[in-house]
T-cell receptor, first 112, second 117 residues
Framework: AQSVTQPDIHITVSEGASLELRCNYS??????LFWYVQSPGQGLQLLLK??????LVQGIKGFEAEFKRSQSSFNLRKPSVHWSDAAEYFC??????????FGKGTRLSVIA | DAGVIQSPRHEVTEMGQEVTLRCKPI?????LFWYRQTMMRGLELLIY????????DSGMPEDRFSAKMPNASFSTLKIQPSEPRDSAVYFC???????????????FGEGSRLTVL
């Protein structure tokens, strides 16, 4: 069965600074990989996804993620964070006929 | 196009009462999932359906929880009797197969926040 680890529970960055949120997965084959964002009181919204092909994936709101098979990672990045990016971010891994498994989430705070 | 619709958005009830949460998936999606989110345990998959048939309910905490999907456009999650430890946000999500089984992209509703006093 697949599993996901998000090592950082909470990250604080300054507005305008770059951001990288870490995600490591465990699965024997090539997984489907996702990043979701959750604002307070809202459901989860898809930021980006990787199924196959180019390992650098562009998403909405200026986010990107890179699939690195050798490191079993799918880290999320943004070159310049905006205050509106403050939210909870979830990495998820899917594999064939089994439902997505979600990480515990990383809470992002943005300071002026 | 309408997304996943959940009701009620908020529910406050007393211990021992029956709670019914409702979900309308996106039209054409053949997978439906119920998740529970708490601070302590994060997002937990409770049960999921494929073409209205329950596939895996191993995440349902105990017999007090039950879920049904009588047709492709409606599902319910019922808790009877409810307990304070059931307080959480319950999310419904739907997905289409596209050859990826249950492991494809999920579309989430806005959740039902349940408080059991």
């Amino acid at each position: 069965a697949q599993s996901v680890t998000q090592p950082d529970i909470h990250i604080t960055v300054s507005e305008g600074a770059s951001l990288e949120l870490r995600c490591n997965y465990s699965y024997g084959a090539t997984p489907y990989l996702f990043w979701y964002v959750q604002s307070p009181g809202q459901g989860l919204q898809l930021l980006l996804k990787y199924f196959s092909g180019d390992t650098l994936v562009q998403g909405i709101k200026g986010f990107e993620a890179e699939f690195k098979r050798s490191q079993s990672s799918f880290n999320l990045r943004k070159p310049s964070v905006h205050w509106s990016d403050a939210a909870e971010y979830f990495c998820a891994v899917g594999a064939g006929n089994t439902p997505l498994v979600f990480g515990k989430g990383t809470r992002l705070s943005v300071i002026a | 196009d309408a997304g996943v619709i959940q009701s009620p958005r908020h529910e406050v009830t007393e211990m021992g009462q029956e709670v019914t949460l409702r979900c309308k998936p996106i039209s054409g999606h053949d997978y439906l999932f119920w998740y529970r989110q708490t601070m302590m345990r994060g997002l937990e998959l409770l049960i999921y359906f494929n073409n209205n048939v329950p596939i895996d309910d191993s995440g349902m905490p105990e017999d007090r929880f039950s879920a049904k999907m009588p047709n492709a456009s409606f599902s319910t999650l019922k808790i009877q009797p409810s307990e304070p430890r059931d307080s959480a946000v319950y999310f419904c999500a739907s997905s289409s197969d596209r050859g990826r089984g249950g492991g494809g992209e999920l579309f989430f509703g806005e959740g039902s926040r349940l408080t059991v006093l």
